[in-house]
């Protein structure tokens, strides 16, 4: 059975960091693309970054390139998201899915995922 399990989350002060791991089991990363995404409250969900099964492409929402990086443990099968210099705006629940990558943008959680990790709440505030 395909699943993905978010960790890492919590309360951190403005300008600093969290990690979270997307574990997955049921399936390989090197067969699927791996997307995050956050959902702040009373907004939308949004794509935030992304990694191809290959592990070679990555891709960042604008509001987090330079300060957020993707990477991928195969060993582990997890995928993590290293999360730096962290804002009031970064708040928001958090989660992983499999995707579907076309071109060159971010996954759309409506119409690019296939399946769900259950989430975590990232809380930036002092």
């Known amino acids: 059975q395909l699943q993905l399990v978010e960790s890492g989350g919590g309360l951190v002060q403005p300008g600093g960091s969290l990690r979270l791991s997307c574990a997955v089991s049921g399936f390989s990363l090197d067969d699927y693309n791996i997307g995050w995404f956050r959902q702040a409250p009373e907004k939308e969900r949004e794509g935030v970054s992304c990694?191809?099964?290959?592990?070679?492409?990555?891709n960042y929402a604008d509001s987090v390139k330079g300060r957020f990086t993707i990477s991928r443990d195969t060993a582990k099968n997890t995928v993590y998201l290293q999360m730096s210099s962290l804002k009031a705006e970064d708040t928001g629940v958090y989660y992983c899915a499999v995707v579907r990558l076309s071109g060159t943008g971010l996954p759309d959680p409506n119409y690019d995922v296939y399946y769900w990790g259950q989430g975590t709440q990232v809380t930036v505030s002092s």
């Open positions: 990694i191809s099964k290959s592990g070679t492409n990555t």
